[in-house]
């Protein structure tokens, strides 16, 4: 049980550790290392060895068989299996440009494997290119062969072939030559060469020049023959042309001839021998007429070129007048400016006019007359002599309309005092037209108006709004007419004057619970808005719009609170705001409140008066009672009793009436010396409570 406990733990250590088991042998791939002899740059032809060093661990003697493989650009290029522990050398004998590249290492052993960094070689210097002909003189048009050679090189190579330092082909192969079949350009002594490049991705690298080869090229006797008659010095329109194109020293041994005849880019006729073609001579065509041979690759041209005399120019076509309205006479003249007169005679010249049956008549030679139409019309003249036809350029008319009676507007809002702008405009006419505006019958000024879209606008300013009755304007595209609008017919807003504001009832009459009417009052062009403010109130308190100059505010039931200090704005379409005085509203008391306060103030005096009198009489009670306690003795003297009632009484006769005292304290001394007089009063003193003092005291 433990030794199987012991392999297990073996087996799984082999296969999670580099270190591996093998018929009981443990070993572990130390390092692999690539090495390039004699160095990593060298020139071609050198012998470089790739060494592959393996470094390996192992638990036993016995070596371990090993696969090596050998990599250049990530391609395997060598595989090699050894049972020794001996470094891998791979020869590179007599490098080339193709062996520059990253070359790899990897080893593999029982399944492990380990790669070894890469390691670049860059081999410099490319063979000598050699070129070699099979014929280095032939005849024009004969095919000769080119073999370009890379001694020793390999890869992917392209090959270029040159004829005097133009490159004339291109060829790539996987080998180190290349052969081409060429065709000398043309007559004459040529030198050819030829180079090649070494493709290495993503790298190239060319080659010098190969050694050059003169190749000479020999004319064949075959030519092509351009005939042209009549051979005249001076050919006219109109003259009959022959025209050959033949083949010159044509051989049996030469074969598959092919004969072209063009004039100019048209081609006339083609065939194998002979070629005839005869056309009508004529100005305006090209001069230039080719004879074409080619056999092969071999192309003989001859040329000719003849100048042809006009019969007559081409002619043109002008209208009288210039410009011409609706319905209006107009002549149109054909004319060619020039002729061959030794060819030909005026008489034989015939001008007529495109399309027929039009709504001109002919007049004469080349003249045709007649009145305008309503619409634009298109004429071509024609002129032809001697089977000669020549087409003038299209002629368009376009009659001009006469301008409508023009109409006259506002544009915008016209507002006393203000510029703005009075349009003139006609439904139709021809351009340019000339708008005039007038006050009353004098001009003020002129607009020219020459394009499409193109209005007359007129700025005005007037002092008065029935000013504007008076402007007119006259349109005119033409000599003799010249039609007026009718008179201007607008609105003038007028702008606002300083508005009054009026308030009932007036100021001082202002009392809780009336009613308030702000009435604001402006001169102007209706329609008029109007706002109410009171100070210390950023919003109007009330906006309204009218197409009076006045309208009113209202506010009802009135309190303290609508004290305050108000004005009015107003504004119309002349966009001037206009603002009030102020105006300062204080509501008074209501007469009601005033009377209630009155009664209530009323009441309080009462009520204090009876307050005091009360306060009165209950205090005279009190000396009363004090002086009753005060002359009550055990047993009185009648003198005593005399002197304490009639002071007593004489206090009470003196609040009752206002009187002065008559005495002085209770010693019933006298004032004024009058104590004898009230001793010597008759007093009944037998009742002492229903006395009562004489008037003559």
């Known amino acids: 049980m433990g030794l199987l406990l012991l392999l297990t733990s073996m087996l799984l250590s082999s296969y999670f550790h580099p270190w591996r088991v093998v018929n009981a042998q443990m070993f572990m791939i130390r390092d692999i290392t690539l090495s390039i002899e004699p160095s990593i740059d ?3 032809d050198t012998n470089v060895t790739l060494r592959c060093q393996a470094t390996v661990s192992s638990s036993g003697l016995e070596a371990l068989s090993r696969e090596y493989i050998i990599y250049k650009d990530s391609k395997t290029i060598y595989t090699k299996t050894s049972s020794t522990s001996e470094d891998l050398l791979y020869p590179l004998s007599e490098v080339r440009v193709f062996n520059t590249g990253k070359y790899t290492c990897k080893v593999k052993i029982e399944g492990k494997q380990m790669t070894s960094g890469a390691r670049k070689l860059t081999v410099t210097g490319l063979s000598k290119p050699v070129l ?15 073999k370009c050679t890379a001694p020793g090189e390999t890869g992917s190579i392209f090959f270029y072939f040159y004829e005097d330092s133009t490159e004339i082909q291109e060829q790539q192969v996987l080998s180190n030559q290349a052969e081409a079949k060429l065709r000398l350009s043309s007559v004459g002594v040529h030198k050819l060469h030829c180079a090649y490049t070494v493709l290495i991705t993503p790298d190239s690298f060319k080659s010098e020049e190969s050694n050059t080869v003169t190749v000479s090229v020999k004319e064949l006797p075959i030519a092509a023959v351009l005939e042209i008659l009549p051979q005249s010095p001076k050919i006219y329109e109109g003259d009959q042309l022959f025209i050959s194109c033949t083949v010159r020293n044509a051989l049996h041994t ?3 001839i092919h004969l072209y005849l063009s004039q100019g880019n048209k081609l006339l006729s083609r065939g194998d021998t002979k070629v005839n073609h005869s056309s009508v001579a004529l100005a305006k065509d090209p001069g230039d007429f080719e004879c074409r041979l080619e056999m092969g690759d071999v192309v003989k041209i001859d040329t000719k070129t003849i100048s042809v005399t006009e019969l007559f120019s081409v002619p043109t076509l002008t209208m009288s007048p210039a410009a011409v309205f609706q319905k209006e006479y107009l002549k149109l003249t054909c004319k060619s400016e020039s002729s061959a007169s030794e060819r030909l005679n005026r008489d034989e010249l015939i001008y007529t006019l495109d399309p027929p049956g039009g709504p001109l008549i002919r007049k004469g030679p080349g003249i045709f007359s007649g009145n305008a139409l309503l619409y634009d019309f298109n004429y071509t003249c024609v002129a032809q002599a001697k089977g000669i036809v020549k087409q003038s350029e299209t002629l368009t008319v376009r009659p001009k309309v006469s301008v409508s009676t ?3 507007s506002v544009v915008g809002r016209a507002v006393l005092g203000q510029p703005f702008k009075i349009l003139c405009q006609s439904d139709i006419g021809s351009l340019p037209i000339n708008y005039t505006l007038l006050m009353g019958y004098d001009q003020l000024s002129t607009i020219v108006v020459k394009q499409p879209f193109q209005q007359a606008l007129f700025t005005v300013n007037i002092p008065k709004p029935d000013e504007i009755s008076k402007y007119m304007c006259e ?4 000599q003799r007419e010249a ?5 201007l017919n607008a609105t003038v807003i007028v702008p606002l004057t300083h508005p009054i504001l009026t308030v009932i009832p007036h100021p001082p009459e202002i009392s809780e619970g009336d009613d308030l009417y702000l009435i604001c009052g402006v001169k102007g062009s209706p329609p008029v808005s109007f706002k109410w403010y009171r100070v210390g109130n950023k919003h109007p308190l009330y906006t309204t719009t009218s197409i009076k100059n006045n309208t009113d505010y209202q506010v009802h039931s009135l309190s303290k609170e609508h004290s305050g200090v108000y004005y009015c704005e107003a504004v119309n379409h002349a966009n001037n705001v206009v603002r009030s005085n102020s105006v300062t509203i ?12 009155g009664g209530f103030s009323l009441l309080a005096v009462s009520v204090l008066v009876v307050v005091c009198v009360l306060c009165f009489r209950s205090k005279r009670g009190k000396r009363e009672a004090a002086a009753e306690l005060s002359v009550k003795p055990s047993s009185p003297k009648s003198d005593d009793s005399l002197t304490v009632n009639l002071t007593h009484d004489t206090e009470v ?3 009752a009436t206002g009187a002065a005292p008559l005495y002085d304290g209770m010693e019933g001394r006298g004032t004024n010396g009058a104590r004898d007089s009230v001793a010597s009063l008759p007093v009944d003193i037998s009742n002492r409570s229903s006395y009562s003092i004489p008037a003559t005291v």
């Open 42 to 44: 060298v020139i071609r």
């Open 132 to 146: 070699h002909l099979n014929k280095v003189v032939v005849s024009e048009g004969e095919e000769i062969t080119a």
């Open 254 to 256: 030469f074969k598959s």
């Open 406 to 408: 023009p109409k006259i």
């Open 475 to 478: 349109a005119k595209n033409r």
């Open 483 to 487: 039609p007026l609008s009718k008179r």
């Open 586 to 597: 204080e509501v008074r008391l209501a007469l009601w409140k005033k009377v209630v306060i």
């Open 653 to 655: 006769y003196n609040a």
